[in-house]
């Protein structure tokens, strides 16, 4: 298969142009940085009947929204209050959940991705003919969905109107998937991962020191500059890398604790993981040594989010639950 260059597509005229309001940075006040492992339960929030897959703080940070495989809602909450505000419910299950400035967007088993304002009023829904839909990816300019499938492609999508603008065919089922602006990564079911250029469709594959071969590569992280990939393994090992040029950082085994999620830090200087020990893990890029863990949950934790400012960090759990950490 050949790989078009994504940027070219966008300015052929392959999909609508994107809403420059996807764009439009936040400013934030000075804040102090998230307390890492002193951190402390601020809030408690309890509404969805099953695990909270998917989180995403508003550009403001003000709000958090969630997503629920299980119960199929979608609900806004005020991070402050701990207050939910809004909440809708999906047609289908809901496997990736994105904020923009001025919109949500949400990805399904059943190939979908779904707008609504930030109030949770649904504005469209466009359906992509292609296999059923796993994990999804939001570039962080906002331009660009990556969702992987069932049937062992990768689909990347105009974010601003849901157009297919490339597939890319693989030779197992991929597993967790993660964009920057410039670069795609891509989990597998072995000890594997691999990172395509949009640019360039050049591709470079990355093996796992010490997992185990048959684990998963359950999820995948990119650093906001794409400098740094951290992943999460069913085997409870964790690892960070460097992308340019390829070499491992951190490469850490949470014993019978298989890794969830992963998600760095806004400013880049630490990654969390939730772990099946109902834990949330914490590893400083700069020294590469885990900071410690952190517990609030009763069961595993299956969601990462970190507030745009870097000062709140929200965590979702098989225990029905969301805890506003700061």
């Given amino acids: ?54 989180l995403a703080f508003s550009a403001d940070g003000r709000f958090l929204y969630s997503a629920s495989y299980g119960d199929y809602t979608i609900r806004k909450w005020d991070v402050a209050s701990g207050a939910e505000v809004a909440s809708t419910k999906s047609k289908n299950r809901v496997n990736g959940l994105f904020a923009t400035q001025s919109s949500i967007i949400t990805t399904d088993v059943y190939q979908c991705v779904t707008y609504f304002t930030t109030d949770l009023a649904r504005t469209n ?102 400098s740094l990939i951290a992943t999460a393994h069913m085997d409870s090992s964790v690892t960070a890398w460097q992308r340019s040029p390829q070499k491992n950082i951190i490469n850490s085994f949470i014993r019978s604790a298989s890794a969830h999620a992963v998600a760095f830090s806004p400013d880049g200087s630490i990654f969390v993981t939730g772990q099946q020990d109902s834990r949330i893990y914490m590893w400083d890029l700069k020294t590469g040594q885990q900071l410690g863990g952190f517990s609030g949950h009763s069961d595993a934790v299956v969601s990462l989010a970190f507030s745009p400012d870097g000062t709140t960090l929200a965590t979702g759990s098989k225990d029905k639950t969301i805890l506003i950490w700061k």
């Avoid at 609508?16 to 000075?30: M, S």
């Avoid at 065919?169 to 691999?194: I, Q, Y």
Wanted: charge should be neutral; proline fraction near 5%; charged fraction near 20%.
């Fill in 125 to 226: 829904s466009v359906e992509v003919k292609s296999g059923n839909w796993t994990r999804a990816a939001l570039s962080p300019n906002g331009m660009i969905l990556a969702v992987s499938s069932f049937d062992k492609k990768i689909f990347l999508i105009n974010a601003a109107d849901g157009t297919l603008l490339q597939t890319i065919e693989k030779t197992d089922t991929p597993r967790g998937v993660a964009l920057s602006n410039t670069h795609l990564a891509v989990g597998h079911h072995d000890n594997t991962f691999c990172v395509y250029d949009l640019s360039t469709g050049a591709e470079e594959n990355y093996l796992v020191p010490k997992a185990d071969a048959k684990s998963d590569v359950y999820s995948i992280a990119f650093n906001r500059d794409g």
């Fill in 1 to 54: 298969m050949r790989f078009l260059p994504l940027l070219f597509l966008l300015a052929c005229g392959k999909s609508k142009a994107l809403d420059a309001r996807f764009l439009t940075p936040h400013v934030y006040p000075a804040a102090m940085p998230f307390a890492g492992v002193k951190a402390k339960v601020e809030k408690k929030l309890e509404g969805h009947s099953e695990e909270p897959s998917a």
